[in-house]
């Protein structure tokens, strides 16, 4: 099975919020430092738009209050720099896979689980 991803890069938060106005995404990635507002203030005002949206921060300045503050709001997962791209798929598709349990858990009965596992 091949998997296509489509991306979209901005240069700031407050750009990303707009697009973020404008568009439905279901994976947003932000770094801690960006210019305007930090990345924990942008996924806080992201949150409103894309309340189902994977959100992962990204950053080499991370402390341990940084990474709690960004969980409690919603980030489900931080990755430091440096890191290399198949790091960051790995860790897009553990939480890809969690978030489609979850929502199997929640929206749908057993036996349609079932049926499904079984084909």
Not at 21 to 44: A, C, M, R, T, Y
């Amino acid at each position: 099975m091949s998997i296509k991803y489509t991306f979209k890069a901005v240069a700031s938060a407050e750009k990303g919020l707009r697009v973020l106005g404008e568009e439905q995404f279901d994976i947003i990635i932000s770094d801690l430092q960006l210019p305007g507002l930090d990345g924990v203030e942008f996924f806080k005002r992201a949150i409103v738009s894309h309340p189902s949206a994977i959100r992962v921060l990204i950053s080499g300045y991370g402390n341990d209050t940084i990474v709690r503050e960004a969980l409690v709001i919603g980030v489900l997962a931080f990755i430091a720099k440096p890191f290399d791209l198949t790091e960051l798929l790995e860790q897009l598709t553990v939480l890809i896979e969690k978030d489609n349990d979850s929502k199997n858990r929640f929206f749908d009965n057993p036996r349609q689980r079932s049926q499904r596992q079984s084909e």
